[in-house]
């Protein structure tokens, strides 16, 4: 019996309320400008400071040690799935978040328009972060006029310059490599697949890129398409069914939300910004058992070596705190799906910061909630996939396991 199935086992249904709040790219490491401290502990954040004070704290590795996340796999983990053995391909997760009904044995693909030159040469690989509303118009036009003899396609806008590409037919596989190389100045890459069924993907997708780019070729400044994340839909296991609860998703952007709608959650409301979040969640909060409630920009900040930046935004964040707690959730978590130090630019393989709060726990000795206290936490430093048992057990919803 694996733990999931163990867990399955003695969970059990009760009125109590478990909340998760994620704050993209969280973790980070010590800044000189901002005085040796990393951004979580530079900010002024007394109210998740306050949480920190009756509850615990420690550290979460997503995948494992010295592991580098993607978010995809990093928020199966935070689901207490082990992305080792549950890992989805990006396109399926794109695909899925903005309620695209996918089919088993469909092929998903993620990708970004771009911009190319008179030679093939990719000169911006967000053809300068188009808005939706043009990424969708491009999409519906690609949807109409992009032919696969024998095979339904679809093409579907995501956000910003992202969309989706989905084909539908029988003997597909997905092992296939992308076509973004990932830097400009180099002309796209031609997809290869690593088996036979995937092979017969590859082709298929070689002839929609040799499409697109025919179709839009006069467009400016989205010419060209690059292809990531090609990935194969198959059902898992339900979140409901393993943990007995009735699980709410509220997320911005549909990456997140694939990952929730994926393993069974659903998908409520459609918040652009973070008081909408909040908004929807108070409208939820009687319907549902567990809340995962995502928080993207301290990752966009991490992302973009922004330091001062990620500050502001750990504080935007805190500064709603009161409104969320305000709902007298029993069981709070507060974490990240990965650490992102804005001196890397990219998601790092350090440990995440972790705070859990709720009844039946020990209270940590530790004032703020940052990675130096964390580190010092009587959570210790666990797997990702250890956060859902732990919640649950503080919520009184796992029963004995054994005589």
């Known amino acids: 019996m694996d733990y999931l199935e163990t867990i399955s086992e003695l969970s059990r249904r009760t009125p109590s309320k478990i909340l998760m709040l994620v704050l993209d790219g969280l973790g980070g490491l010590p800044v000189k400008e901002l005085g040796g401290k990393t951004e979580l502990e530079a900010a002024r954040s007394p109210n998740m400071d306050k949480l920190a004070r009756v509850g615990a704290l420690g550290l979460h590795d997503p995948i494992g040690t010295g592991i580098t996340p ?41 990708t970004n328009f771009c911009t190319l030159d008179g030679k093939g040469v ?20 690609l949807d109409k006029k992009i032919k696969l003899p024998g095979i339904k396609t679809f093409v579907r806008p995501v956000r910003d310059y992202r969309g989706a590409v989905v084909l539908r037919a029988k003997g597909l596989g997905a092992n296939v490599d992308d076509t973004d190389p990932q830097v400009v100045g180099k002309k796209p890459l031609t997809a290869a697949g690593k088996d036979a069924a995937s092979r017969k993907t590859a082709k298929l997708l070689n002839e929609v890129v040799k499409q697109t780019n025919r179709i839009i070729k006069n467009e400016k400044p989205a010419n060209g398409m690059l292809l990531r994340g090609i990935s194969s839909y198959k059902k898992y296991p339900s979140f409901e069914d393993i943990y007995k609860l009735r699980a709410a998703c509220i997320a911005v952007y549909p990456m997140y939300r694939g990952v929730s709608r994926l393993v069974g959650m659903d998908l409520v409301g459609q918040p652009e910004t973070l008081a909408e979040e909040i908004s929807v969640l108070k409208d939820a909060w009687d319907d549902y058992d567990f809340f995962f409630l995502h928080f993207k920009y301290t990752d966009s900040k991490g992302e973009d070596g922004d330091a001062p930046g990620k500050v502001k935004e750990v504080e935007k964040f805190d500064k709603q705190l009161p409104k969320i707690l305000k709902l007298k959730p029993d069981v709070v978590i507060i974490t990240g799906d990965h650490s992102t130090p804005t001196q890397l630019k990219s998601h790092s393989w350090h440990p995440v910061p972790l705070l859990l709060a709720g009844p039946s726990l020990r209270a940590d000795t530790g004032k703020k909630f940052g990675e130096t206290e964390c580190a010092a936490g009587s959570l210790g430093r666990i797997k990702a996939t250890g956060i859902m048992p732990l919640a649950m057990a503080h919520a009184n919803k796992l029963l004995k396991f054994g005589a």
């Open 122 to 141: 990719i000169t911006d690989r967000r053809a300068g972060r188009i808005p939706t509303s043009e990424c969708a118009r491009l999409c519906d036009m």
């Open 70 to 110: 993607g978010s995809g796999p990093a928020h199966f983990g935070l689901f207490g799935y082990d992305a080792l053995e549950w890992n989805m391909g990006r396109g399926v997760l794109e695909t899925l978040g903005i309620g695209f009904d996918l089919k088993e044995g469909d092929v998903a693909v993620r």
